[in-house]
C-alpha cells in the first residue's frame, strides 16, 4: 500500500508520512480498509477509513482505469453507512483533492461529498508546503534547561501520548499506536524528537518520516505540537529547526508538511523555517449521520 503511494508522489497528500497514519488504531478495524486488484495479482487502488482523523485516505495507479477512484469512493461510501453507529463510525467524512486535480473533485462532488473551502465561519482548508533540504538557520538558544533530544524509545511513549492528546485537545492517540510507530521499518529514531522542560516534562514534539524515491530521499513532518503552557519560548522552532537539520543530514532533498490554511501560526512558522505552498489542499466533507 504505502509502495503504490509512493509510486505516484504527486497524486497524494500523504506519501511519507503513511507509515504514520498506518499505525493508527483504524488498521484494529481491517474491515475498513480496501484492496483493489488486478487479475495479474497486483495492488491498482486502497482505501481506508481512518477514525482517528474523520478521513477517508487512499491511493490509486494512475493506469488503473478512470472508474477507479470512483470505485474506491463508492466502497468508502458503503463503509461509513455500515459503521456508522460504531466504534470506527463518524457521522462525517472527510477526503482530500489538490485543487488542480479536477478529476477528483468532480468525483467527489458526484459522490455527495462538499468542499468545505467557503462554507462560512466553518470553512476549512489546508495547504502542502515543501522545503528544500538545505541546514537550516540555526535556531536561538532554548530557554535555560531545555533540551531538544530523541524520543526515549518505548519507555517514553506514555509520556508522548499524554503531551499529543494535552496539544491537540484529543485523545485520539493511544500508546498503542504510537508505540507501533516505533516498530515500523520506516521509523527513524533519530527523527522523532521532544523538547523536555528543566524537570523532565515533555513539552513539545516534531516528527519526521523519511522515505526513499526516485528522485532521492524525501521527507514529512507529521506530527508537530507544544503544549499550550509552553507555547511562545520558540520551543516550536527548536524541535522543527532540528529535525530539517537531521532530516538534510540524513539525505532528504526536499521535505513536507501540511497544515489547515487558516492556522496563522503554524503558517508562520514553517515560513520562517524556509517552506513555501507547494499545493492549495481542498476539503471535501459528507455527512453520515441520519442519513
Known sequence: MIALAQAFPDDSLHVADLPYRFSSWAFDFP??????????????AWSVLQPPFWTIDYAFHRDAGASTHRQVLGWADERARQVLNTASGRPSWFAMAFEKQMDRRRDLEAAGFTCQSDVGEDSWAKVLMARAAAEPKPRPALPAGFVVRPLAGAG???AYVELHQAVFESRTMTAEWRARTLRCPEYVPELDLVAAAPDGCLAAFCICWLQQGPQGASAQIEPLGVRADFRHMGLGWAVLSEVLR???????QQIYVETDSYREGALGLYQSAGFRIAQDVLVYRKDYQGS
Not at 474491515?31 to 491498482?44: P, Q, S, T
Request: zero cysteines; charged letters at 30%; glycine letters at 12%.
Open 156 to 158: 517514553e511513549v506514555e
Open 246 to 252: 537531521r532530516a538534510y543530514a540524513l539525505g532528504a
Open 31 to 44: 474491515e475498513n480498509v480496501g484492496l483493489w486488484i488486478d487479475a495479474r495479482g497486483e495492488l491498482v
